[in-house]
């Protein structure tokens, strides 16, 4: 069974810059996460999407934050303009079905992001 | 307030030798705790789940604890190895209606030679 996957791995912009992430979910999953890992710090829940509707996206800084899954399936999150504080990992997740059990995320290798 | 605290924050430990985790969280009303670990530049991976009713889970050399009483959970490294060295992350499910997630910040292990 193929993993999470996401694009790019590494990304340097400088502040004010746009930035896009992609990532393709597992075959079948319905819901997908974002989420932002500050260096040291466990993971922070930006958005997450059952099929293509948004159920929670209260951490998501929606100023310069986007994030869209159009067709249910692949996502991506945008951060215009960006500020140095947004340097870090960008990990996109996703399961079978927020509402049942086993609740298991499966994890991307992540996106790191360093804003200069 | 849901929150999941973690320690120590960091730890050296002798390759060989055994180490705990530990893992307390104010999470309500629960529905199951994780633990994740984490290598350097990549993704998160589950090692162990636990729903209220189970007390003890285990994973090849990695065995975890949960007393739902105290809201406390361990994590026992047995034996470890150079590749143990990552960071172990606690993780708690509230059940909302559609399974709120609160993550801990990790342990950082580093195992030596």
């Known amino acids: 069974e193929a993993g999470v996957a996401q694009s790019p791995r590494y990304k340097i912009i400088e502040k004010r810059q746009s930035v896009a992430f992609w990532c393709n979910p597992i075959?079948?999953?319905?819901?997908l996460y974002w989420y932002q890992q500050i260096l040291g710090q466990g993971p922070k829940l930006l958005i997450q999407f059952q099929n293509n509707g948004v159920v929670d996206d209260s951490q998501l800084p929606k100023d310069r934050f986007s994030a869209e899954r159009l067709k249910g399936v692949d996502s991506t999150l945008k951060i215009q303009p960006a500020k140095l504080e947004d340097s870090a990992v960008y990990l996109c997740?996703?399961?079978?079905?927020?509402?049942?059990?086993?609740?298991?995320?499966?994890f991307g290798p992540g996106t790191r992001l360093t804003v200069t | 307030k849901n929150q999941v605290e973690q320690s120590p924050q960091s730890l050296i430990i002798l390759e060989g030798k055994n180490c705990t985790l530990q893992c307390n969280y104010t999470v309500s009303p629960f529905s199951n705790l994780r633990w994740y670990k984490q290598d350097t530049g990549r993704g998160p991976v589950s090692l162990t789940i636990?729903?209220?009713?189970?007390n003890t889970k285990s994973n090849g050399r990695y065995t975890a604890t949960l007393d739902a009483d105290t809201k406390q959970s361990s994590l026992h490294i047995t034996a470890s190895q150079l590749s143990d060295s990552a960071s172990y992350i606690c993780v708690v499910s509230a059940d909302t209606g559609g399974f709120k997630t609160i993550f801990g910040a990790g342990t950082r292990l580093f195992v030596k030679a």
């Open positions: 075959s079948g999953h319905a819901t």
């Open positions: 997740a996703s399961s079978l079905d927020r509402t049942a059990l086993p609740y298991e995320q499966y």
């Open positions: 636990m729903t209220f009713s189970e």
